[in-house]
């Protein structure tokens, strides 16, 4: 049985691609999922590893669907081997059921992993030269200096805190932890 399995990482993202060639590679059944790959724990992917039966293969459109650290996909596969279950990539055109399937796997398995090192490394070298130059990441803050003044004559006379979130565009818990500040 072809036990397919699908992963996008936000709701933004669509998975009818996937979807539709995990269809067409003959899938009796399809799990899906919306999580981060770089999570190892990730409960849609558990269960259709516990559906797979011995002489299955777990089908994915492509190896960074499954996982995206190399051990951590070496450990699926060894995992899944051992079980007598085989993994598929479609893109990567990977069968580890084959000696030269499981070959390519472990190749492309450290090309992956060297991809996201690179990433990560970019980011942080990225991310150091915007602090040496004096720019911060992440997004601007809701509650300005000039909000909180605000805040603060708004609460003096009396108006609910719920009005002045309104009046502020801010949320009523981002109010009370700038004034219990």
């Known amino acids: 049985m072809l036990v397919g399995y699908a992963r996008i990482s936000t709701r933004e993202q669509s998975m009818d691609g996937q979807l539709d060639s995990l269809h067409q590679a003959g899938c009796d059944k399809v799990f899906t999922e919306v999580a981060s790959g770089a999570r190892e724990d990730r409960p849609v ?37 051992h079980r007598q ?8 055109e990977i069968d580890t059921s084959t000696p030269g399937g499981r070959l390519v796997f472990h190749v492309f398995g450290a090309i992956a992993q ?10 942080r070298v990225g991310l ?44 009523v818990p981002t109010v009370y932890r700038h004034l219990a500040s």
Not at 148 to 155: C, G, T, V
Request: proline share 5%.
């Open 114 to 123: 060297f991809e996201r090192d690179l990433i990560r490394e970019r980011t």
């Open 45 to 81: 992917l558990r269960e259709a590893l516990e559906y797979a039966r011995p002489g299955d293969v777990l089908v994915c459109f492509k190896l960074d669907r499954v996982a995206r650290s190399l051990p951590h996909l070496t450990n699926l596969v060894a995992d899944l081997d």
């Open 85 to 92: 279950i085989g993994l598929r990539s479609l893109t990567e």
């Open 128 to 171: 150091d030269a915007a602090r040496k130059r004096g720019r911060t990441g992440g997004r601007p803050k809701s509650m300005t200096p000039a909000k909180l003044d605000a805040a603060r004559r708004l609460i003096q006379s009396g108006t609910p805190v719920r009005e002045i979130a309104d009046s502020l565009g801010v949320s």
